[in-house]
């Protein structure tokens, strides 16, 4: 047996405005309810607990139950976990994912802390050539977290990361002693990017390893490239900062390879999710190199290089292995 829905009874006031214009508002007295969402999940947690709050199919095909009282508990251990990121009302959580029972927790976690969340819509990466609007978003939200759910956003952004650092970091070395250019000087090393003009032959040779095989190789030239820039010698800075951008590109094309497999359900959303970390990952590297220049010049640059290459790494060998084990 069904219950029957209760709806308040309609009681609807019109307020005119100068110019033509007019207000609607509801006069019904508000009838009592919950304080916010996380105590109607505590009370069905209580009431319900085994019930089904979601359901969705994991990679194998198989079904994923979430019940209301393991909702509960993962709201609560995320939730601490945002809290112990420092998030709050000034730093919120930006969130590129599509719908999803991590994401659906991760939302019901920071409602229940009082973590405001922003979930960034994969068509903003989608349709845009320029990403303006995700660029937008990002400088006035300035979150303090952003949540990916696409694992194979997170090696290329990382490797857009290093990048972005050593790119922008650049002209303040070849500037500076013991190199002294000018900036027509600085200028004609950035030819380097002419090497994206290679990227066809990496996407044959990501069909002949697999992606999945390249990515981390990838990885290990780019940070092959990146020590190589440490010496003040001009030939090895060029022929490292190379080997970066070539590696980027690669990690690009194995990416786009990828993300198909991986999301085959919703290839489109997932892979605005990866353009948009992408992207991100290349506004925070540019950020990070001044910063890391201010705190200890070239060498503290490739320490960060080091650094968001170590990270890429790691995805880059997750997601091989989760593909080895599909």
């Avoid at 214009?21 to 309810?33: C, Q």
């Avoid at 009282?69 to 919120?92: E, F, K, T």
């Avoid at 080997?243 to 489109?268: D, K, M, W």
């Amino acid at each position: 047996m069904v219950a029957m829905v209760r709806f308040v009874a309609p009681r609807i006031e019109r307020l005119a405005r100068p110019g033509g214009g007019f207000i609607l508002r509801s006069t019904a007295p508000v009838p009592a309810h919950l304080r916010c969402l996380g105590d109607a999940l505590v009370r069905w947690a209580s009431e319900a607990p085994e019930r089904t709050l979601y359901a969705e199919r994991d990679e194998a095909g198989a079904w994923r139950h979430v019940s209301y009282r393991a909702a509960l508990g993962a709201a609560r251990a995320l939730g601490q976990a945002l809290l112990d990121l420092g998030l709050g009302p000034a730093r919120p959580l930006m969130v590129l994912s599509g719908n999803s029972i991590d994401h659906a927790l991760l939302a019901l976690a920071a409602m229940h802390v009082g973590v405001p969340i922003a979930p960034i819509s994969p068509a903003y990466s989608l349709a845009s050539r320029d990403h303006g609007k995700l660029r937008l978003l990002a400088e006035l939200l300035r979150p303090g977290a952003i949540y990916v759910a696409s694992r194979a956003a997170f090696a290329p952004a990382l490797v857009m990361i290093a990048y972005a650092v050593a790119f922008s970091a650049l002209p303040f070395r070849l500037r500076a002693e013991p190199f002294d250019l000018d900036a027509h000087a600085v200028g004609l090393v950035y030819g380097i990017w002419l090497i994206g003009l290679l990227a066809p032959m990496t996407g044959r040779l990501a069909h002949r390893l697999g992606p999945a095989r390249l990515l981390p190789l990838l990885v290990v030239l780019a940070a092959v490239g990146v020590g190589l820039t440490l010496p003040d010698r001009l030939p090895l800075i060029v022929v490292g900062l190379t080997l970066l951008a070539l590696s980027l590109f690669g990690a690009i094309t194995a990416a786009q390879l990828l993300v198909p497999r991986l999301v085959p359900e919703a290839t489109g959303a997932a892979m605005g999710v990866y353009v948009s970390v992408y992207y991100l990952g290349g506004s925070g590297g540019g950020v990070l190199a001044g910063l890391a220049w201010q705190h200890g010049g070239w060498p503290t640059v490739v320490a960060v290089c080091a650094t968001a290459l170590a990270g890429a790494a790691v995805a880059a060998l997750a997601l091989r292995r989760r593909l080895a084990r599909a």
